[in-house]
């Protein structure tokens, strides 16, 4: 369920409280109990797709920056990468 509608539910300021209540929990619980590796995948899945990392590799700037760094020309490319360092 929080995978799918998770974020929306924390952004609606009715429930909002609720849901920063139950993910603790979930990580609270998930820190306490040994689970298998696959349900711990599985909370971790749920708990970044209601609050996904700020600027992680997965972000939707980084995306849109890789996007457009693959449409430029090779060479300009080149140019560009070597300034950012």
């Given at each position: 369920m929080l995978e799918g509608c998770g974020r929306f539910?924390?952004?609606?300021?009715?429930s909002a409280?609720?849901?920063e209540k139950l993910l603790a929990q979930m990580m609270r619980l998930k820190a306490a109990k040994h689970l298998d590796?696959?349900?711990?995948?599985l909370i971790?899945?749920?708990y970044?797709?209601?609050k996904?990392?700020?600027g992680g590799k997965g972000s939707a700037s980084a995306r849109r920056?890789?996007?457009r760094l693959a449409a430029t020309p090779p060479q300009v490319r080149h140019h560009?990468?070597?300034l950012q360092r």
């Open positions: 539910l924390l952004s609606a300021a009715h409280p609720k849901t590796p696959h349900k711990r995948t971790d899945n749920a970044y797709a209601c996904p990392p700020p920056k890789a996007a560009a990468t070597r």
